[in-house]
């Protein structure tokens, strides 16, 4: 929907520490680093872009853990 305000919480965990050059593969998501993984968290502006994000982790061969999604109008 144009104009629309609704964004997707989420919050990405992926296996191991990720270094500057592939945290900025990542704009606009936020990461700290928990007993061995990387979580990455922020605002998506709809569904699209979690596949985006969740294409560029498979394409860099990172290991998905797990993915937390909540909807929220904003």
Not at 13 to 30: K, N, Q, V
Not at 41 to 63: H, K, M, R, S, Y
């Amino acid at each position: 929907m144009s104009g629309s305000t609704r964004l997707l919480q989420c919050e990405i965990r992926i296996r191991g520490y990720l270094g500057e050059t592939l945290l900025a593969a990542f704009p606009g998501l936020d990461a700290t680093q928990c007993g061995g993984e990387t979580v990455l968290a922020g605002a998506l502006p709809d569904q699209a872009a979690l596949f985006g994000v969740l294409g560029q982790i498979e394409a860099l061969g990172l290991e998905l853990l797990e993915v937390r999604r909540d909807r929220h109008d904003r």
